[in-house]
């Protein structure tokens, strides 16, 4: 008898100072992992650089050879999918080319044709909770709010470029004529100089350009810095790539996929050189389908599908 008393006076100690009920839940632990996810920028699966000497042939529907001019543009809205199909948030660090929830892809260094600098950011890295991913998603473009605290109380795509952080202080990606940014800056130059001019040039400087542009931002846009800005067209393409291993792919933007429904040697009567997102510009509808987008709308197209990014093994 006294045995069990004394068993149970332990029992009720234990018990009484928490340390003997398998109850207790466990503490749990929120780890991260870093992600660093490669880009790349191809034509004709080839990895389309500056310089003369990385032309690519055969490009659109005149199968012309051209080479570089400028190759930027802007990743927002970043989420790796899991393999639960679930979209999470990557949190980009913090650097010249990465903030307010943005990062600029930079493939131009210089050499050759293009403009710019040496520099190029050609990665995305940031941080995910732990887990196992299959799929990812980002938006090309700048939004009007970002991810992060600061970035929700500031227009971001319409910010001044003197008055804000990298990487929205390139002058180069600025959009005055509309308020905002060149979402993505593509340009090529034909290795066989002046393109052909068909009619009567929309401005003089058109009659002797050499290079055909794409140039993706908002259009039908208002406002001013002080009013801020509204834009009948968006035009942020959102990309979804459900097949990616972050670990053994790029993502990669298919330069001979986008202008494939493009002549790049003509210089077409009254419209823009190339596209410039004008909802009434002839050579942007095509180029507007290969991104997912409605030209007329500058929202997800009804039947298209984008082209223009895929994964590629490293």
């Given amino acids: 008898m006294r045995t069990l008393l004394a068993l149970s006076s332990c029992v009720a100690l234990l018990t009484a ?6 109850d207790d839940p466990l503490p749990i632990v929120n ?24 032309e690519v042939s055969n490009l659109g529907t005149s199968n012309k050879t051209a080479e570089v001019q400028d190759l930027r543009f802007y990743v927002s809205s970043l989420q790796l999918i899991n393999n639960k199909g679930q979209a999470i948030n990557v949190s980009l660090d913090k650097n010249d080319y990465q903030n307010y929830g943005v990062a600029l892809l930079d493939f131009e260094d210089a050499t050759g044709s293009c403009a710019g600098d040496a520099t190029l950011h050609t990665a995305i890295t940031g941080k995910v909770p732990t887990g196992t991913y299959t799929g990812i998603k980002f938006t090309l473009g700048v939004p009007d709010t970002g991810l992060d605290e600061l970035a929700k109380t500031i227009d971001l795509n ?10 929205l202080d390139v002058a180069a990606m600025a959009w005055s004529w509309q308020g905002g940014r060149k979402f993505a800056k593509i340009e090529v130059k034909p290795t066989d100089g002046v393109l ?39 035009n942020l393409a959102n990309i979804t790539l459900n097949s990616f291993d972050v670990s053994k792919q790029k993502v990669v933007l298919d330069v001979s996929a986008l202008l494939a429904q493009s002549d790049i040697s ?21 180029i507007f389908e290969a991104l997912g987008l409605d030209l007329l709308t500058g929202q997800k197209h009804a039947t298209k599908t984008q082209t223009v990014f895929k994964a590629v093994n490293q």
């Fill in 17 to 22: 100072c928490g340390g003997g009920s398998s």
């Fill in 31 to 54: 780890t991260t992992q870093a992600v660093s996810i490669q880009f790349a920028a191809q034509a004709n699966n080839q990895d389309f650089k500056c310089g003369a000497v990385n």
């Fill in 158 to 167: 319409h910010s001044n470029t003197t008055a804000i952080n990298a990487p």
């Fill in 196 to 234: 052909n001019q068909k009619g009567t040039p929309d401005t003089t400087d058109d009659a002797i350009v050499s290079s055909w542009v794409v140039h993706i931002g908002a259009t039908g846009c208002t406002g001013s810095d002080a009013a801020g800005y509204s834009c009948t067209n968006p």
């Fill in 266 to 286: 003509l210089n077409k009567e009254k419209d823009a050189v190339g596209c410039m997102s004008g909802a009434t510009d002839s050579e942007c509808g095509v």
